[in-house]
């Protein structure tokens, strides 16, 4: 959608909208890896680790309008504002999405479980389980820890992480 109103806006104050996609293309997969992670720490409370990922889904968000930005060769000002507005409100909009989501699996790893209403969710309440980075389930490793429970009885899916004795 982004790159159809880019074209559309843009195209015509020198900007390649090919460039433009294949940044915010480019840049998406970080910034969701990024964000994930600032989710976790944020989560977990682990303020100390949280500055990297921080930085890089703040660069990978900016990264396609930064693009527009000093791409453009002379536009109108009122063009200018427009971006500004439209990224403002999208980095509003993602900002509380991240808020909320760490509240959440804060909440939840206070609970001890954590409720799926949607499967794309589960990769990250997955990854609020531990408190660092490395995988929760190891499907390689010949000595698990650890097993993942997961709850059909009710009406939402319930995933609950239990460690092994010896």
């Known amino acids: 959608m982004r790159f159809f109103i ?3 806006a843009f195209a015509d104050h020198g900007v390649n909208v090919w ?12 910034c969701g890896k990024a964000v994930a992670v600032v ?14 990922p921080l930085a ?3 660069a990978m968000f900016f990264a396609p309008y930064a693009y527009l930005w000093f791409a453009a060769g002379e ?13 403002l409100v999208l980095f509003v909009a993602a900002t ?5 989501k760490s509240r959440k ?3 939840e790893a206070r609970q001890g479980g954590t409720a799926v ?33 997961i709850d059909l009885t009710g009406d939402e899916v319930v995933l609950k992480r239990s460690t092994r004795n010896g």
């Open 6 to 8: 880019a074209w559309g």
């Open 19 to 30: 460039i433009f996609g294949l940044i915010d293309v480019g840049s998406a997969w970080p």
């Open 39 to 52: 989710c976790k720490r944020v989560a977990n409370g682990d303020w100390s680790r949280l500055p990297g």
């Open 56 to 58: 890089t889904a703040v």
């Open 75 to 87: 536009m109108p000002s009122g063009m200018r504002l427009g971006l500004v507005m439209c990224v």
């Open 96 to 100: 509380g999405g991240v808020v909320a």
């Open 105 to 107: 699996l804060r909440h």
């Open 117 to 149: 209403n949607k499967p794309a969710d589960a990769i990250v309440h997955l990854a609020g389980f531990n408190d660092m980075d490395d995988d929760v389930i190891d499907l390689i490793g010949q000595t698990p820890t650890g097993e993942l429970l």
